[in-house]
């Protein structure tokens, strides 16, 4: 099974910083590589798919790259209403999710 | 406005069953792959299981493979998940979802979960 893992598990950071979320997959899986935002008691929201693609209606602050094994979300200037939970998941065949990076205020 | 609505969940003991439901409205639903994706209290995010838009191919994450059933009923708009043989691992907020209309992009709708508490 490939296995999905992000780093860091947890991120302090300041409105206005640009912060980088990693995720690496224990094989190769192209571009098949979503990332989504769960804010505390919500559903999640998928903000990239397909390494890159924004989702219709994300900011443009968040934007998404990589391929193969190594894939990053980057948040260019951190809003307060960023600070939540991100997942990657890979989905090529089956779903799979990495196990979250939680971005707190610093 | 797209709608996700589950129901169903609950308390059952281990070795029990229950059967979730999903209600969707604001889109064809006939048009779309749906998913199950459910999350354990605290803990992150697993995909369970999805279904095909006419319900001919149906994939199972390996822990639940042969105990749960995900089916649809297309001209009531809904999706189903049964669940047999419940553990106590299997505790979780049980999300409906809506499959990206671009293959292998994730899900890009989702409701708002339905509680599945297994103990004695």
């Known amino acids: 099974d490939i296995q999905m893992t992000q780093s860091p598990s947890s991120l302090s950071a300041s409105v206005g910083d640009r912060v980088t979320i990693t995720c690496r997959a224990s094989q190769s899986i192209s571009t098949y590589l979503n990332w989504y935002q769960q804010q505390p008691g919500k559903a999640p929201k998928l903000l990239i798919y397909?390494?890159?693609s924004l989702q219709s209606g994300v900011p443009s602050r968040f934007s998404g790259s990589g391929s193969g094994t190594d894939f990053f979300l980057t948040i260019s200037s951190l809003q307060p209403e960023d600070f939540a939970t991100y997942y990657c998941?890979?989905?090529?065949?089956?779903?799979?999710f990495g196990q979250g990076t939680k971005l707190e205020i610093k | 406005e797209v709608q996700l609505v589950e129901s169903g969940g609950g308390l059952v003991q281990p070795g029990g069953s229950l059967r979730l439901s999903c209600g969707a409205s604001?889109?064809?639903?006939?048009?779309?792959?749906m998913s199950w994706v459910r999350q354990a209290p605290g803990k992150g995010l697993e995909w369970v299981a999805n279904?095909?838009?006419?319900?001919?191919?149906?994939y199972y994450v390996d822990s639940v493979e042969g105990r749960f059933t995900i089916s649809r009923d297309n001209p009531k708009n809904s999706l189903y998940l049964q669940m047999n043989s419940l553990r106590v691992e299997d505790t979780a907020l049980y999300y409906c979802a809506r499959d990206h209309p671009v293959a292998t992009a994730g899900h890009d709708c989702w409701g708002q979960g339905t509680l599945v508490t297994v103990s004695s």
């Open positions: 279904i095909k838009e006419d319900g001919s191919e149906t």
């Open positions: 998941q890979r989905s090529h065949s089956k779903y799979t």
């Open positions: 604001g889109f064809t639903f006939s048009s779309h792959w």
């Open positions: 397909t390494a890159s």
